[in-house]
């Protein structure tokens, strides 16, 4: 069996820039465990895989699951799991469709594990509504969090599906060494974030427990990080950069209980994979 394989840097206007995800269109799901190693053997942030939305998917619980032309099932592993929600795959995911396969809707529908994800074109970029997390004050959070992010300065601490440690300033967040053998440790994916200088928010994300120690630019953070910098700043349109090596940048706004974001792609690579059912 032979699958197209793309390629795709994410919340990026430049090669080698943002987050890069591999994108898997497929007529059929394979098995979970084909798709885990697939993940594993791409070694990438995630490898999206999506389908032809049907009335019976296959690809697990999908809430609100809508039926109808430009609807599609997604699913995103990491080298080591499956998440439920993810950004900047579903990013790439939409402009393989868009700008690759010429997909002549307006608007895609991606049917996940956490919901519908809409997704349109304008502006020159593709922006993507998705679920608003907003995190909770969260004061019992182990000790550990703070020896393992290297002591650096906490102003607080909220969490969702992820803990959001809210630092004083962008300097505090770009400085920060973390000890990913520690974080693993506590079981936690760990949202950074600060003011920004040139931004209203800036971010790092570790995910050492899902097999990604450091995540370049992500999408599914925003959906926490937009209501908490929305609800702090008082500011419903929000810009976004997050502070990896490879760097990232993302347009931003709240709008009840959703989120929209909004970034550009470049495609970097096309290819073949061949394996066995």
């Not at 490898?47 to 032809?52: D, I, K, S």
């Not at 393989?96 to 956490?114: A, G, H, M, Q």
């Not at 300065?153 to 599906?161: C, D, L």
Request: with cysteine.
């Amino acid at each position: 069996m032979k699958l197209t394989l793309y390629q795709i840097d994410a919340f990026t206007d430049k090669l080698f820039g943002g987050n890069p995800a591999a994108v898997i269109p497929l007529e059929k799901w394979l098995a979970d465990d084909l798709m885990q190693q697939i993940a594993l053997e791409n070694n990438l942030s995630e490898t999206a895989f999506f389908v032809p939305y049907t009335e019976d998917p296959k690809g697990g619980d999908l809430e609100g699951a809508t039926e109808g032309a430009g609807s599609f099932e997604i699913r995103w592993f990491t080298p080591t799991i499956e998440m439920n929600l993810c950004g900047h795959a579903t990013l790439a995911s939409a402009f393989v469709l868009f700008d690759i396969l010429k997909f002549n809707k307006e608007e895609i529908v991606f049917n996940c594990k956490s919901g519908v994800l809409k997704v349109k074109q304008s502006d020159n970029k593709v922006w993507m509504d998705f679920p608003s997390w907003k995190p909770e004050r969260f004061t019992e959070y182990p000790e550990d969090i703070v020896q393992a992010l290297g002591n650096p300065g906490i102003v607080s601490v909220y969490k969702n599906r992820d803990l959001l440690v809210e630092l004083r300033d962008e300097d505090a967040v770009r400085n920060c060494s973390p000890d990913f053998s520690l974080i693993k440790k506590t079981g936690y994916k760990i949202i950074l974030t600060a003011p920004g200088k040139n931004a209203d928010f800036v971010s790092r994300f570790f995910a050492p427990s899902a097999g990604v120690d450091e995540d370049p630019v992500t999408g599914s953070a925003h959906s926490q990080l937009i209501p908490f910098w929305s609800d702090k700043l008082n500011k419903e349109k929000l810009f976004a950069m997050q502070l990896s090596k490879r760097g990232g940048k993302l347009w931003c706004e709240q709008n009840g209980d959703r989120v929209k974001m909004g970034g550009t792609c470049v495609y970097y690579m096309k290819g073949e994979v061949e394996c066995s059912l």
